[in-house]
C-alpha cells in the first residue's frame, strides 16, 4: 500500500483511458502525455493498460509499506528516494518504508510514476482513470492511500532508457478538421506562419491559447469532439480539447492533434510556445 503523505499540487491515476462510453457523455480520460506514460510501464514490464500516477507541476511525497519497483518518466520534477536524487527514465527498487518525493519542476510539465504491476485502484467503466464525478475523487489527497501489489525481486530486461524530450518540442503535428473547409486564406496564414502560447486557462479538459486568429459567424448544430480536437470560437479564440474534454461540441473543428501531439503539449505551461504543423 502507498501512503499519501503531501498529495503536492494535483496529482491523479491514470490508465490508457475509459472506451466506449462517449456515447453516454463520459470522456476517454487517460494519461495526457500517453507517451510517457508507456514508456514508464514498459520499463517494468508491466501491460500497457496499468495504471500510473501522472503528477501535474508540483509533486507529492509517498511513503511506499511494501516492497516494490518504480519507473519515473515525462516532466523532471527532481525526484527524491529518501532525500537523495534519483534519475528518471530508470528502474529503481523500493524497500518497505521508503519515501518518494519531488521538488524544483525543471522542465515539461506532467510526470509519470509507474510501480510493477500497476496501481490497484477501483476500476469505474473499465478504466481506473480518475474523473469525477464517474469516479469518487478527481485527484489524490492528502493521507490517503493507493494499492499496490508486493514484489520483493524483479530483474527488468531494460534498466534504463532515453528521455522523451517533449517538453523541448513546439511542433504539434495536426490534420484537417470537419470544418477546416471554412479557415479563409488570411486564417490560415496565421495558423500556420506563426506561433500560439499556452494561456493561464489549461487543464485536463482543454488548452486554451492566447493568440487568435479571424473569427467567424458559422452556426452549426453539435458535433463529437475528440482528444486533440482544435475549435474555433466565433471570436478567434483556439480551444484544443485534452483527454478529459467534453464529448460533444458547437464550435467548428478545424485541426485535430495526433496522438503524439496530444502528449507534446500535455507538458506545456502557462506562456509556453506552439505552433501547428500540417502532417
Known sequence: MLKVVASG?????????????????????????SYSAAIANSLLENESSDAVLEI?????????NEPTYI??????????LNGNGIKAYEVHQIRQGDILS?????????????IKNGFKTEEVLGSRSFYKPITKL??????????????????????????????????LE???GPEYGILSDKQLEILFSKEFSVAKENNRMAYQLNETIDGHSINMLTSATLPG????????????????????????????LSKKAISILSQKKYGDQVAFEMS
Do not use: W
Not at 519507473?71 to 527524491?80: D, F, H, K, N, V
Not at 519531488?102 to 509507474?114: E, M, Q, S, T, V
Not at 525481486?153 to 517533449?166: D, G, L, Q
Not at 460533444?248 to 485541426?255: A, C, E, K, N, S
Open 9 to 33: 499540487f494535483f496529482s491523479t491515476v491514470q490508465d490508457i483511458g475509459r472506451f466506449n462510453f462517449r456515447n453516454k457523455g463520459v470522456p476517454v480520460s487517460g494519461a495526457m502525455d
Open 56 to 64: 501535474t507541476m508540483t509533486g507529492p511525497t509517498l511513503e511506499f
Open 71 to 80: 519507473a519515473i518518466t515525462g516532466a523532471e520534477l527532481s525526484a527524491e
Open 102 to 114: 519531488f521538488g524544483k519542476l525543471i522542465n515539461g510539465f506532467r510526470c509519470y510514476l509507474a
Open 138 to 171: 478527481n485527484c489524490i489527497r492528502d493521507y490517503m492511500e493507493l494499492n499496490y501489489d508486493a514484489v520483493p525481486a524483479f530483474t527488468p530486461k531494460i534498466a534504463e532508457v532515453k528521455a522523451a524530450p517533449f517538453h523541448k518540442v513546439s511542433g
Open 174 to 176: 495536426v490534420q484537417y
Open 229 to 256: 480536437t482544435v475549435q474555433l470560437t466565433p471570436a478567434g479564440k483556439l480551444i484544443i480539447l485534452m483527454r478529459d474534454g467534453q464529448t460533444t461540441g458547437g464550435y467548428p473543428r478545424i485541426l485535430q
